[in-house]
C-alpha cells in the first residue's frame, strides 16, 4: 500500500468531516517533491478533482467546492488532509487520494474512503 486514506463517514448536511491520507513505503523520502490531490467518484460517473496541492503549495478547488473545502499537507507526516465543511449531500461520493511526480510520471491512488451526507 503506498497512500493509506481514511476518515470518511456518515454526517448530516451542514456537517464537517476531515479525510486523511497518508504516505507509506517507498514513496516516503520523495514525498513533498509529489502534487497532491483529492478526488471523488460518484456511481456511474467520472472521477473527478476535488482539490489539488502543487509541491510548491499552489492549491486550485472545483467550484462545487471553493470556500467549503481546504487541502493541505505535512510533509513532515506525510500526510495529505482534506478539510470538508459545510458538507451538502452532493457531496456524497468514494474520496480518493492521489499523488503525481511530473519529473518521473510517477502517481499513487488511496483506496478510498466514504463519504455520505444526508439531507
Known amino acids: 500500500v503506498q497512500l493509506q486514506a481514511s476518515g470518511g463517514g456518515s454526517v448530516q448536511a451542514g456537517g464537517s468531516l476531515r479525510l486523511s491520507c497518508v504516505a507509506t513505503?517507498?514513496?516516503?523520502?520523495?514525498?513533498?517533491?509529489?502534487?497532491k490531490a483529492w478526488y471523488r467518484q460518484v456511481p456511474g460517473k467520472q472521477r473527478e478533482m476535488v482539490a489539488s496541492m502543487a509541491s510548491d503549495g499552489t492549491t486550485l478547488y472545483a467550484d462545487a467546492v471553493k470556500g467549503r473545502f481546504t487541502i493541505s499537507r505535512d510533509n513532515a507526516r506525510k500526510t495529505i488532509l482534506l478539510h470538508m465543511n459545510s458538507l451538502k449531500a452532493e457531496d456524497t461520493a468514494v474520496y480518493y487520494c492521489?499523488?503525481?511526480?511530473?519529473?518521473?510520471?510517477?502517481?499513487?491512488w488511496g483506496q478510498g474512503t466514504q463519504v455520505t451526507v444526508s439531507s
Open positions: 492521489h499523488t503525481f511526480l511530473p519529473s518521473t510520471n510517477q502517481e499513487f
Open positions: 513505503r517507498s514513496i516516503t523520502s520523495t514525498f513533498w517533491q509529489f502534487d
